[in-house]
């Protein structure tokens, strides 16, 4: 967050819009009830306090510091001494978006008439607004949410000046620190070995060779595993066949004899010729 320097935000005086008096006492009760311990007083837009943190109507920092100051106004051609409330505050990055494009200018307080039940006058926000005011006054109005409150438009457009961020020593060499290892690092940096590749040896005759051998070798397994059943099968048949012819070899022929011719008739050998 970015803290603004002092700019002046209230004026004792008339008012302009309602013809009320703003009495000087009230800037000297702000500056002595302001603590940011016990009470922040947050920014915001035309004094509108939303329930959402996006814009445009979410917060936009804190008023951390307050201080009196007497300043010379001419009014009417009359020079005046008057009593001004000045603010610093603690940007967080939204004001200075709006200042870049001259957006909401006026600065305008919100006051409580007792702060925290003292009976004080004190300042509860600060909002930032397109209303301007006449010249060494300021406008009031009541809060319509808080009928104790009181609105004040600033006379002029602020002009707000940050003021400049002390520099960080330990930052600035640790990164002079990271900026030199990492050069260092990029030069000490090495190529990585790439691994060495072994020459191919030329083809020739006896790898071939050795290749077609070793192809047929694996063939003539595959053939012999595939017809090994077959075989298997074929020399089994084989060898009952053999057994049986042998036991059949050996076996003993039993005898037969002719049997004769029927005598039963003395005619039975006699052929008849018709």
């Not at 008096?21 to 035309?46: C, L, M, S, V």
């Not at 005046?80 to 603010?87: G, N, S, T, V």
């Not at 957006?103 to 305008?108: D, V």
């Not at 053999?242 to 050998?269: D, I």
Request: negative net charge; aromatic residues 8%.
């Amino acid at each position: 967050m970015a803290k603004s320097k002092f700019f002046r935000a209230f004026v004792e005086g008339q008012t302009i819009s309602d013809g009320r008096k703003i009495d000087g006492t009230w800037i000297d009760q702000i500056a002595q009830t302001f603590n940011t311990e016990t009470y922040t007083p947050r920014i915001n837009i035309e004094h509108i306090s939303g329930y959402s943190p996006e814009p445009p109507f979410n917060g936009y920092g804190n008023v951390v510091a307050v201080k009196v100051q007497t300043d010379e106004f001419t009014i009417a051609g009359k020079t005046e001494q008057r009593k001004a409330l000045y603010c610093q505050i603690d940007d967080n990055g939204q004001l200075a978006g709006l200042v870049e494009k001259g957006q909401k200018p006026f600065p305008s307080v919100e006051l409580t008439d007792s702060y925290a039940g003292t009976g004080k006058v004190g300042l509860i926000g600060l909002a930032f607004t397109d209303k301007p005011a006449s010249i060494g006054t300021q406008a009031l109005q009541f809060s319509r949410s808080a009928p104790g409150s009181l609105f004040s438009d600033g006379p002029e457009a602020v002009t707000l000046e940050f003021e400049p961020k002390p520099a960080d020593p330990t930052g600035i060499a640790e990164a002079i620190k990271s900026g030199f290892a990492s050069v260092a690092a990029l030069f000490s940096r090495a190529e990585p070995e790439k691994p060495k590749e072994e020459p191919k040896k030329p083809a020739n005759d006896n790898d071939m060779a050795a290749f077609a051998t070793a192809i047929g070798e694996q063939v003539a397994t595959a053939i012999a595993a595939g017809t090994k059943p077959a075989n298997d099968a074929i020399a089994a048949f084989d060898a009952r066949f053999t057994a049986l012819e042998a036991k059949l070899e050996s076996t003993e022929q039993p005898q037969f004899s002719q049997r004769q011719p029927a005598t039963g008739s003395p005619t039975a050998g006699n052929v008849t010729d018709c």
